[in-house]
T-cell receptor
Framework: EAEVAQSPRYKITEKSQAVAFWCDPISGHATLYWYRQILGQGPELLVQFQDESVVDDSQLPKDRFSAERLKGVDSTLKIQPAELGDSAMYLC???????????FGEGSRLTVL | QQQVKQSPQSLIVQKGGISIINCAYENTAFDYFPWYQQFPGKGPALLIAIRPDVSEKKEGRFTISFNKSAKQFSLHIMDSQPGDSATYFC?????????????FGRGTQLTVWP
């Protein structure tokens, strides 16, 4: 069964360091999302891509976060510098189209010390 | 501001019982309401979803009840099983699909005792 792949699964870093997360969506899925899930809360959208174009990044803290999907396939989310409040699960998801189902990866758990 | 409010925060049910989780929303532009199930260490997975043109949707032991006038919707899990123990999230989006932003509730941690 096709899955959304994410790496690393776990990342521990110190405050002010740079971190990066990688996502490979299900093959053929044009729409890709990065969500952030703080412990005990629901996921919140950070950025949405349609192919290589950003559709929605209104909630992305652009002073420290950046995201790219250069060839419209895999994507990278970067945080620089990391802050204590960035500790969370970073979830990548993809969808084929207007089918109603979003497929999530297993997430990358970030701990900032 | 929480766009979708979910309750209860946690729920304990005996095996074979009915689990009920409720959600409420204010934005009348929402027109797609999915429920996601999340196990520890895993990403959320779509369980069942409803659009506002119907008041109920059933898939196996899982039923969504939707009350458009009250702006509320709920998930009912019949004959709850220990394997149903997970965190459940309601969500809502505009545009009738998941192509846009999904607004999630805070989640309900369900524990089903054997």
């Amino acid at each position: 069964e096709a899955e959304v792949a994410q790496s690393p699964r776990y990342k521990i870093t110190e405050k002010s360091q740079a971190v990066a997360f990688w996502c490979d969506p299900i093959s053929g899925h044009a729409t890709l999302y990065w969500y952030r899930q703080i412990l005990g809360q629901g996921p919140e959208l950070l950025v949405q891509f349609q192919d290589e174009s950003v559709v929605d990044d209104s909630q992305l803290p652009k002073d420290r976060f950046s995201a790219e999907r250069l060839k419209g396939v895999d994507s990278t989310l970067k945080i620089q510098p990391a802050e204590l409040g960035d500790s969370a699960m970073y979830l990548c998801a993809s969808t084929l189209g207007n089918t109603g189902e979003l497929f999530f990866g297993e997430g990358s758990r970030l701990t900032v010390l | 501001q929480q766009q979708v409010k979910q309750s209860p925060q946690s729920l304990i049910v005996q095996k074979g019982g009915i689990s009920i989780i409720n959600c409420a929303y204010e934005n009348t532009a929402f027109d797609y309401f999915p429920w996601y199930q999340q196990f520890p260490g895993k990403g959320p997975a779509l369980l069942i979803a409803i659009r506002p043109d119907v008041s109920e949707k059933k898939e196996g032991r899982f039923t969504i009840s939707f009350n458009k006038s009250a702006k509320q919707f709920s998930l009912h899990i019949m004959d709850s099983q220990p394997g149903d123990s997970a965190t459940y999230f309601c969500a809502a989006s505009i545009g009738g699909s998941t192509l846009g932003r999904l607004y999630f509730g805070r989640g309900t941690q369900l524990t089903v005792w054997p």
